[in-house]
């Protein structure tokens, strides 16, 4: 396993994390059983995965707990990634809809308080903005909030996790204009390159690490999506619909050529293409068996892809029809 800086904070994190929503919900083609999902951060740990990304709301502190339980007593040998901003204390989520968000003071250290408690730890590596729009990313408010927690040692750095949808690129970009910014999060593939390469820049020059999601393109560069997959509309990849997985099959097979002349399978290539990127901090996979963790941590450290054929991966890229990118208006 390799592990990068997260930018300039000092923070350590595994070159491949642990994405860790899914083992508290089933919205990824699986419901992951207590006891699996503790084996499977433990063995992600032993493999050497040492960042674990998760939120105050999956699983309304599931994960979090999990988390907990699979450390215990050993919470400073990883670095936690948590996030807050989603108020779903006495709100029922119905389907995938977005809950009221809040990041003011007040409700930013009740949330931490409680994420600590699920977690048993005294602090966490990496607080976060959970999908913060632009009022949000323009408050100056919410930032003294997170400088001071920092400042008061309940965390080592800070985050901006952009989405839900793939874009928000404006967001990402002012978000990183803050000093204390420590790191954006992002959709980042080889197949969903923007608004990826843009933050990338913006990252390298003011010293903010990147953490990657969605690195398999929601299972169709591992295989596990196919032209005849049957998507449960309970399954949060529903929203890729048929015409974009057909598309984005024909696509994997004009990368098909490059991944076999480096020994690589597509999702080997795929994931490598993200490492090789300047300012990845980590990719953060949707990890739902210890098969799946066994696979990923292999893709650390092995052979990587040659600048020219980085660049090829680009060209082709670009010669895509583009697509629409999400974010606030204003």
């Known amino acids: 396993m390799r ?73 400073d040998e990883v670095v936690v990634s948590t996030k807050f901003g989603y108020d779903f204390a006495g709100a029922e989520q119905i389907g995938h809809a977005e809950l009221p968000q809040r990041f003011d003071e007040e409700f930013a250290r009740a949330a931490l308080r409680a994420s600590l408690e699920r977690l048993g730890a005294r602090k966490v590596g990496i607080y976060g903005l959970h999908n913060p729009k632009m009022p949000h990313v323009r408050d100056d408010g919410i930032f003294r909030t997170l400088d001071g927690i920092v400042g ?71 295989g596990r999506v196919g032209a005849d997959t049957k998507i449960d509309e309970k399954d949060h990849r529903s929203v890729r619909k048929g015409e974009w997985i057909r598309a984005s099959l024909e696509k994997v097979e004009q990368l098909r050529p490059i991944a076999e002349r480096n020994g690589l399978g597509i999702a080997e290539l795929a ?23 066994e696979q990923y941590a292999a893709m650390s450290g092995c052979t990587d892809v040659p600048a020219g054929d980085m660049a090829e991966i680009r060209r082709i890229y670009d010669g895509w029809p583009a697509y629409e990118l999400k974010g606030e208006a204003a």
């Open 3 to 75: 592990y990068n800086e997260l930018g300039r904070t000092g923070v350590t994190v595994s070159e491949i994390g642990f994405g860790a929503w899914a083992i508290a919900l089933d919205w990824w083609g699986k419901k992951v059983e207590e006891d699996e999902a503790v084996r499977m951060l433990r063995r992600a740990h032993d493999l050497g995965i040492t960042l674990f990304e998760t939120a105050d709301m999956y699983g309304r502190g599931k994960s979090e707990r999990l988390i907990g339980r699979a450390f215990e007593g050993r919470m």
């Open 152 to 222: 008061d040692g309940l965390a080592d750095t800070y985050q901006a996790a952009l989405g839900p949808a793939i874009g928000w690129a404006r967001e990402g970009l002012e978000a990183m204009e803050r000093p204390g910014l420590g790191a954006v999060q992002t959709v980042y593939n080889v197949l969903e390159q923007t608004p990826g390469r843009e933050l990338l820049e913006r990252a390298a020059e003011r010293g903010v690490g990147v953490l990657a999601r969605v690195p398999d393109a929601s299972g169709i560069l591992t």
């Open 271 to 293: 994931v490598k293409f993200i490492t090789g990127s300047r300012g990845i901090s980590s990719v953060l996979p949707t990890l739902t068996s210890v098969e799946e963790v």
